[in-house]
């Protein structure tokens, strides 16, 4: 399309045949996936006790969405299982409370409705949780791309990495297709298998 303008602009043609047509949209890859190193690096600038340790770790061990996490609180909590609607599919999805969050949950105040809280102590909503966590992100001086829904995709490949299936990724992470979760263990075996190549013969440096 740009090489038919420039033509008729430098009076090579008469008319540009493309005219009216609509330049497709390029597919990208969607919310960046934090690296280990991405995360080491949050977690050691944003202790425990902090607001912002508190919906990392909310992130990491839940693996949902930021509009999930938000509205995530103590009523949610039975015989150490939590229990989220997922109110993006309104599937309900159980997942056993990990001893590392719930050292985090114990010292939280017990009169707030929700774990995250603006500083006013009013629930958060996914856009003011996603402005705040940016800021959070820039603290830390990482990538301005990092999302709280990178943490999800970082969590789902932590899964598939310690060798759960998708059906056992879809159970925790409420994805409706078999597909979206298979990605993450598609990845965690070409990390396996790239590792698995290197240990070879043929992938061994030489003292050459």
Same mark, same amino acid.
């Given at each position: 399309?740009?090489?038919?303008?420039?033509?008729?602009? +430098?009076?090579?043609?008469?008319?540009? !045949?493309?005219?009216?047509?609509?330049?497709?949209?390029?597919?990208? =890859?969607?919310?960046?996936?934090?690296?280990?190193?991405? &995360?080491?690096?949050?977690?050691?600038?944003?202790?425990? %006790?902090?607001?912002?340790?508190? $919906?990392?770790?909310?992130?990491?061990?839940?693996? /949902?969405?930021? %509009?999930?996490?938000?509205? #995530?609180?103590?009523?949610?909590?039975?015989? %150490?299982?939590?229990?989220?609607?997922?109110?993006?599919?309104?599937?309900?999805?159980?997942?056993?409370?990990? !001893?590392? #969050?719930?050292?985090?949950?114990?010292? +939280? !105040?017990?009169?707030?409705?929700?774990? #995250?809280?603006?500083?006013?102590?009013?629930?958060?909503?996914?856009?003011?949780? *996603?402005?705040?966590?940016?800021?959070?992100?820039?603290?830390?001086? +990482? !990538?301005? =791309?990092?999302?709280?829904?990178?943490?999800?995709?970082? $969590?789902?490949?932590?899964? @598939?990495?310690?060798?759960? *299936?998708?059906? /056992?990724?879809? @159970? &925790?992470?409420?994805?409706?297709?078999?597909?979206?979760?298979?990605?993450?263990?598609?990845?965690?075996?070409?990390?396996?298998?790239?590792?698995?190549?290197?240990?070879?013969?043929?992938?061994?440096?030489?003292?050459?």
């Amino acid at each position: 399309m740009q090489q038919s303008r420039h033509a008729v602009e +430098l009076g090579w043609r008469r008319d540009d !045949p493309t005219l009216g047509i609509r330049k497709l949209k390029e597919k990208s =890859g969607g919310f960046t996936t934090w690296e280990e190193e991405h &995360i080491e690096q949050i977690l050691a600038h944003h202790k425990p %006790g902090t607001r912002a340790h508190l $919906a990392l770790m909310l992130l990491l061990w839940r693996g /949902q969405r930021r %509009g999930d996490v938000v509205h #995530l609180g103590r009523q949610h909590i039975r015989d %150490g299982v939590l229990t989220v609607v997922q109110r993006k599919t309104a599937q309900a999805v159980d997942v056993p409370i990990f !001893p590392d #969050l719930k050292s985090v949950w114990d010292a +939280l !105040p017990k009169d707030n409705l929700t774990f #995250l809280v603006s500083d006013s102590g009013r629930p958060l909503t996914p856009e003011s949780f *996603t402005n705040w966590f940016r800021d959070m992100v820039k603290e830390a001086k +990482l !990538p301005d =791309g990092l999302s709280p829904h990178g943490l999800r995709k970082s $969590a789902c490949g932590r899964l @598939a990495e310690t060798g759960c *299936t998708p059906h /056992q990724i879809m @159970a &925790i992470s409420g994805h409706q297709t078999l597909s979206e979760a298979t990605r993450y263990t598609v990845a965690a075996s070409r990390k396996d298998w790239t590792k698995q190549a290197m240990a070879s013969p043929g992938g061994k440096k030489t003292g050459t």
